[in-house]
């Protein structure tokens, strides 16, 4: 399985940008889907997932203003970020969570830089 992440750019504070992770090849197997960041000097963290179902979690620095969801029918995973701020600044990575091998696939990752 292949994941393409795409959306990120340069954003000004209070933009509202989405990204997209599309996969493609082996997708069977795949249970969550999720986005992840990793701003410059810093540990990768995780800003939201979603399962199968639809069931969501998100980081506390992104509750309320960033919304993750799925079309299990297109294999894309969507995360729309509302409100941004400068600190939202990171280099995104989509994962996804398998019940098959391999368990655990990453995308590239898309930068978003969030300046005025």
């Known amino acids: ?6 959306g990120g750019g340069l954003e000004q504070p209070g933009g509202s940008p989405r990204l997209f992770c599309a996969a493609s090849g082996s997708i069977f197997g795949i249970n969550v889907m ?5 701003a ?3 540990q990768r963290d995780l800003v939201a997932t979603v399962t199968n ?5 998100y980081a506390g620095s992104v509750k309320g203003r960033f919304t993750i969801f799925r079309d299990n029918v297109k294999n894309t995973v969507y995360l729309q970020m509302n409100s ?4 939202d600044t990171a280099l995104y990575y989509c994962k996804a969570q398998r019940s098959v ?4 696939v990453w995308g ?3 930068l978003v830089t969030v300046s005025s």
């Open 1 to 6: 399985v292949q994941l393409q992440a795409s």
């Open 34 to 38: 999720g986005w992840y960041r990793q």
């Open 40 to 42: 410059p000097g810093k």
């Open 53 to 57: 179902s639809g069931g969501t979690n």
């Open 84 to 87: 941004l701020k400068p600190e």
């Open 101 to 104: 091998a391999p368990y655990i």
């Open 108 to 110: 590239q990752g898309t």
